[in-house]
């Protein structure tokens, strides 16, 4: 389980990054076009976001899912609220928080119905993001000698240091052409987490990154996937033991 932050006052990236297709049980392999990564999202699908902190500090992971901060709802910024993870800790996003205790699932679904554009924040729609902070180091604190030093001078000028040391890269996003899907506000679902303290070690996110999607027949007509590796559904005959999770009925 994420503990989920309140705002408060690196050269492997720390966290990698993972979405699982949750109604047929497949991992979304992205797929490189021109700098940037892709995955094929399918209409009426629900989706989860795995993140894995594979460093050996905590972390904080601003999320954002078509331009909009997942646990906040606020268009998206770096500074925002975001999900702890322990060293080596791996949870999956399945919605936006509503609460300290359900959110409401990501599913795939047409553009006009994506919770951002019902919003009337539409530009961002097709992409899933993540900023990543490391967790400032807490330091020793040793009697000074005289003459004493201005603390504030001390401490201003340790994080000038810290901001100085970090890296951050981010992709430029193409225009957003044709994009025919986006992320909807789904049913309730049970997702408890909890506050946690976090203090970053910079105002600079460590590591920025994002992946974007459309459905699969855009991404076709794009040329970012070939109709040979698309394979769609495969259900030629009925399965007694299907992959995936129960859906919600239709109707």
Do not use: C
């Amino acid at each position: 389980m994420a503990s989920l932050l309140v705002p408060a006052t690196a050269a492997a990236w720390p966290v990698s990054l993972a979405v699982l297709d949750r109604d047929d049980g497949q991992w979304l392999s992205p797929t490189r076009h021109r700098g940037e990564h892709w995955i094929a999202g399918t209409p009426g699908h629900r989706y989860g976001v795995q993140l894995t902190n594979t460093s050996d500090r905590r972390v904080l992971v601003v999320l954002s899912i078509d331009g909009v901060n997942a646990i906040s709802g606020d268009t998206a910024h770096p500074s925002q609220a975001g999900y702890v993870l322990a060293p080596g800790q791996s949870t999956r996003i399945d919605g936006w928080r509503k609460s300290m205790q359900d959110v409401a699932g990501f599913h795939f679904t047409r553009l006009g119905d994506s919770y951002a554009a019902r919003t009337g924040r539409p530009d961002h729609v097709g992409v899933i993001g993540i900023a990543v902070f490391a967790e400032a180091r807490r330091t020793p604190v040793y009697p000074a000698p005289p003459p004493i030093a201005h603390p504030q001078a001390d401490a201003g000028a340790a994080r000038e240091s810290r901001r100085g040391a970090i890296a951050a890269e981010s992709s430029v996003a193409a225009p957003a052409a044709t994009q025919r899907i986006g992320t909807g506000h789904g049913e309730r679902e049970y997702a408890p987490t909890r506050h946690a303290r976090f203090v970053r070690a910079s105002r600079q996110p460590t590591q920025l990154l994002q992946w974007r999607y459309d459905a699969p027949e855009a991404l076709m007509a794009r040329g970012i996937v070939p109709h040979w590796k698309w394979r769609g559904p495969r259900h030629d005959r009925p399965q007694a033991f299907p992959t995936g999770f129960v859906p919600d009925p239709s109707n």
